[in-house]
């Protein structure tokens, strides 16, 4: 009710800000939804009303699920990989139907209400669209080919919901939402300042940036850097299976009748949030303003290097049990320099995901196109070009997700509009180029691979035999 309470006041808030700069309400022609993804909501058909709290995408408490699942899988094979061939993800505690199996395991209301048939699920879109259509009245229980592609439910070439993938899962298929296209009518805004305006598009963030930054032909790749960083690169209407950690997901598809464009996915759960964690528990930083002038301040990390693992590791690792390091600390390392391996750390993390997808595309990019809260940082974007030897191009307008979904909104009710065209605040976009060595790059590169090394299983490694026991001796 949080999330359904804070987008009806931005909607308010907006509509007023609109009419303060001169344009009226009635002048909006329709509405499109981006939105944070795999997050998990589950309501009652009846009331309306959640069941329990949404699990949000970070939250790691389906870890103990993921290990029951692997127990699942024929031959002994705990082989999280066993699925991508029907869904193109690995087995981990970030998808929805990860999180839908925990609330159904570990919350009664949840279980009953799935057996009797009166739970419904969705990921934030899908919540948001009920209960701005309706709720238990009307509201229209509908979501996307992209947000669907992130439950490990859907089946990644059909585009349908799989009895398979969903009997693996134990999951009841009357609890989900109808999937649609990204660019086409759901249904209307039933109350507010906005009412009976139509939502004409649905895409998750993540794919919104990629249409965004008019990433629409195969090759074309985007980075954006928030809370996570997440890259995709568009691989046109083929799914290419990634060998090397990358996820297989739905780019877009605009229109019911358009052909659907795949991405390969490199996702980073802590980008931006390292920061966040220096300020709220370490004190480091009181705001994100101090992020380069500290950083700026010393030449380099002195050699310190921050694996920001605080819920396992994504793309390409798949390691539920890695957790945070941050090693070289040495008597001369000050806040300056953590702050400033905090940056590299972001940056080592794209060139872990640009590798694979050099690896799986077989053609390296040229050119990396970014955006995001963290792309303000002029100091970020310089480390990011020199930490992978690669061109990096800022996005004119900062808020590419929102951008995306108004153009994949625009696109469903007005088929002529062409998405590739030209935006009206679009010019050349700054470029940041390397400015250092190969040979200090791959050197870099190798450290971090150490301290990558130290992160990984830390959860379920145990000592060495020699150790454990001095360690019980004492
Ligand atoms: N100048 C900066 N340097 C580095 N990181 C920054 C800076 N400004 C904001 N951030 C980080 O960017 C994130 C916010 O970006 P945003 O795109 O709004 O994220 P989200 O969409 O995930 O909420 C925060 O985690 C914050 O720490
Ligand atoms: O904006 P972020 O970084 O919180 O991204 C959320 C993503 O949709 C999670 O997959």
């Known amino acids: 009710m949080a999330i359904v309470n804070t987008v009806n006041e931005c909607i308010t808030g907006a509509c007023k800000k609109l009419v303060a700069v001169g344009g009226k309400v009635e002048e909006i022609i329709t509405i499109g939804i981006t939105n944070q993804r795999e997050s998990t909501v589950v309501w009652d058909r009846n009331s309306g009303q959640p069941l329990v709290n949404a699990i949000i995408w970070l939250d790691n408490r389906t870890t103990s699920t993921v290990e029951e699942l692997l127990e699942t899988i024929p031959n002994n094979a ?34 009953q209400a799935m057996e009797k048939g009166t739970a419904m699920f969705g990921t934030i879109d899908t919540w948001l669209m009920y209960n701005l259509t309706g709720g238990k009245d009307c509201g229209v229980h509908k979501t996307d080919v992209t947000n669907a592609s992130r439950t490990m439910l859907m089946n990644i070439e059909t585009l349908q919901w799989d ?112 920061f966040n964690w220096l300020r709220d528990n370490m004190n480091l930083i009181q705001n994100s303003g101090q992020i380069e002038t500290m950083a700026s301040t010393v030449d380099n990390s002195l050699d310190v290097y921050f694996v920001p693992a605080f819920n396992g590791l994504y793309a390409p690792y798949w390691n539920q049990d890695a957790r945070g390091v941050i090693c070289g600390l040495s008597e001369e390392t000050t806040s300056e320099h953590i702050v400033r391996a905090t940056l590299e750390a972001v940056c080592f993390q794209v060139r872990d995901i640009l590798d694979s997808m050099h690896k799986d595309c077989k053609i390296p990019l040229a050119k990396l196109m970014v955006d995001g809260g963290m792309t303000v940082n002029n100091l970020f974007l310089q480390l990011q070009s020199d930490l992978v030897g690669i061109q990096v191009l800022r996005a004119k307008i900062a808020e590419t997700t929102a951008l995306g979904a108004a153009m994949a909104a625009y696109k469903a009710v007005e088929n002529r509009y062409q998405m590739e065209a030209p935006l009206s605040k679009s010019g050349p976009r700054e470029a ?33 035999q020699g150790e454990r026991e001095a360690f019980d001796g004492a």
């Open 78 to 111: 705990r082989n999280i990989n066993y699925l991508r061939p029907l869904c193109g993800l690995p087995l981990s505690p970030y998808f929805s139907g990860v999180k839908l199996r925990w609330l159904r395991d570990n919350v009664p209301v949840v279980s």
């Open 432 to 464: 940041i180029k390397p400015s250092i060595s190969a040979t200090d790059r791959n050197l870099r590169y190798q450290k971090w691979k150490m301290a990558i090394d130290r992160s990984l299983n830390w959860e379920t490694s145990t000592l060495p």
């Open 163 to 274: 009895a398979n993938l969903l009997k693996f899962f134990g999951l009841p298929k009357t609890i989900l939402p109808e999937i649609c296209s990204s660019s086409e009518f759901y249904g209307s805004i039933a109350q507010g300042v906005l009412q009976g305006i139509g939502i004409t598009s649905v895409l998750g963030d993540q794919q919104a940036a990629l249409v965004g930054q008019q990433c629409l032909a195969k090759g074309q790749a985007k980075a954006t850097y928030g809370t996570g960083c997440f890259l995709l690169y568009n691989t046109g209407p083929s799914i290419v299976h990634s060998t090397h950690g990358l996820l297989t997901t739905v780019g877009y598809q605009l229109g019911r009748k358009a052909v659907p464009f795949y991405a390969l996915e490199g996702s980073v759960s802590i980008a931006g949030a390292a």
